[in-house]
T-cell receptor, first 112, second 115 residues
Framework: DQQVKQNSPSLSVQEGRISILNCDYTNSMFDYFLWYKKYPAEGPTFLISISSIKDKNEDGRFTVFLNKSAKHLSLHIVPSQPGDSAVYFCAASANTGNQFYFGTGTSLTVIP | KAGVTQTPRYLIKTRGQQVTLSCSPI?????VSWYQQTPGQGLQFLFEYFSETQRNKGNFPGRFSGRQFSNSRSEMNVSTLELGDSALYLC??????????????FGPGTRLTVT
């Protein structure tokens, strides 16, 4: 049972434009969310987080939006750069330690 | 600060054997979590250790076990290996301070191949 879903396996965006990666979850107990970037043969790299008390968190070119009523979060990358090409995972956790549920990832390609 | 380290990076084992993987967390991090990544499955949570105690456990059979030492280093053991255990095993560490941020920082992973 996949509690965190990333329904778009891949996304292509022109350099300089906005990349929007989406994530849906089913468990209303989730209250902390993370986004990771992963290159081949490397472990995931932490990008940005958001807790359920907020609906937006921004860090440089990366912004995460949380819509609790829709159980939906999104990651916006503006402007997109070729170095952003990677697989992006979203993850969610309830307030029960560090058990995170991950989506299956979205492969982002930024075209120069 | 040094990142999360995992050894070995690559392993080839035969079905029926057992294997032990090691993880050294970021200095000061007390929580260590283990994940299995297989193609198309994303990352599946195995278990989390905090202060030498298993705090959370995912939905994996008892062949998968782990432990944490007093210096927060952790080991994961898989007994009676099956072909389906071939995967990338990732370790992540976290400060895990009550009420604080819960970001996990991952190591490079151990690629296990079972033949």
């Amino acid at each position: 049972d996949q509690q965190v879903k990333q329904n778009s396996p891949s996304l292509s965006v022109q350099e300089g434009r906005i990349s929007i990666l989406n994530c849906d979850y089913t468990n209303s107990m989730f209250d902390y969310f993370l986004w990771y970037k992963k290159y081949p043969a490397e472990g995931p790299t932490f990008l940005i987080s958001i807790s359920s008390i907020k609906d937006k968190n921004e860090d440089g070119r990366f912004t995460v939006f949380l819509n609790k009523s829709a159980k939906h979060l999104s990651l916006h990358i503006v402007p997109s750069q070729p170095g952003d090409s990677a697989v992006y995972f979203c993850a969610a956790s309830a307030n029960t330690g560090n058990q995170f549920y991950f989506g299956t990832g979205t492969s982002l390609t930024v075209i120069p | 600060k040094a990142g999360v380290t995992q050894t070995p990076r690559y392993l080839i084992k035969t079905r029926g054997q057992q294997v032990t993987l090691s993880c050294s967390p970021i200095s000061g991090h007390r929580s260590v979590s283990w994940y299995q990544q297989t193609p198309g499955q994303g990352l599946q949570f195995l278990f989390e250790y905090f202060s030498e105690t298993q705090r959370n456990k995912g939905n994996f059979p008892g062949r998968f076990s782990g432990r944490q030492f007093s210096n927060s280093r952790s080991e994961m053991n898989v007994s009676t290996l099956e072909l389906g255990d071939s995967a990338l095993y990732l370790c992540a560490s976290s400060l895990s301070v009550a009420g604080g941020a819960k970001e996990q920082y991952f190591g490079p992973g151990t690629r296990l191949t079972v033949t």
